[in-house]
T-cell receptor, first 113, second 117 residues
């Protein structure tokens, strides 16, 4: 069974631009969570989706948004990029029954110049 | 709010030896899950082991085992017979057993483990 995939793997943007990251969960997994990883703040939870609905949200500004499609694929969008948004963005998926056992993707490295 | 603390930023172990990584957490809840994740240089986070708070028995996965002390809110990871492939960043994580409603996964700052040949 294929693992969690994230595209693109690397991205370079400039301040003020917006970006969309994509995550395809493991087949059969309907829960998708997003995390931001930085050297200074560590791993921080962004949001979680299940059945196309946001079920949980972390403490990030409204510039960070996400959505989930009927096939469980998820996207996250960051508008008006700031230098501090440079980070590794990780996506994780899980099943409904074992929702605490999260499987992570390789991440998207976003650099904001 | 729940917090997870890993007091050892870096640890080193000789190949084939045993090493223990420490983790403490703070919570007022009684039902929760604890995890150890491994993040090698390739960056992909891998679940190493998980522990349900209601279970008194410590979880074990091959060479990996935990020492779960619920009253002390301590959750250490022991790696036996360390191998070069164990070198990675290890994260301790906490999640409430409540479904949704602010039960996001909380991670510690991580411990970088080096394995010396």
């Amino acid at each position: 069974k294929a693992g969690v995939t994230q595209t693109p793997r690397y991205l370079i943007k400039t301040r003020g631009q917006q970006v969309t990251l994509s995550c395809s969960p493991i087949s059969g997994h309907r829960s998708v969570s997003w995390y931001q990883q930085t050297p200074g703040q560590g791993l921080q939870f962004l949001f979680e989706y299940f059945s196309e609905t946001q079920r949980n949200k972390g403490n990030f500004p409204g510039r960070f948004s996400g959505r989930q499609f009927s096939n469980s694929r998820s996207e996250m969008n960051v508008s008006t990029l700031e230098l501090g948004d440079s980070a590794l963005y990780l996506c994780a998926s899980s099943t409904r029954d074992r929702y605490n056992e999260q499987f992570f993707g390789p991440g998207t490295r976003l650099t904001v110049l | 709010a729940q917090t997870v603390t890993q007091s050892q930023p870096e640890m080193s172990v000789q190949e084939a030896e045993t090493v223990t990584l420490s983790c403490t957490y703070d919570t007022s809840e009684s039902d929760y899950y604890l995890f150890w994740y491994k993040q090698p240089p390739s960056r992909q986070m891998i679940l190493v082991i998980r522990q349900e708070a209601y279970k008194q028995q410590n979880a074990t996965e091959n060479r990996f085992s935990v020492n779960f002390q619920k009253a002390a809110k301590s959750f250490s990871l022991k790696i036996s017979d360390s191998q070069l492939g164990d070198a990675a960043m290890y994260f301790c994580a906490y999640r409430s057993a409540r479904r949704y409603n602010n039960n996001d996964m909380r991670f510690g700052a991580g411990t970088r483990l080096t394995v010396k040949p």
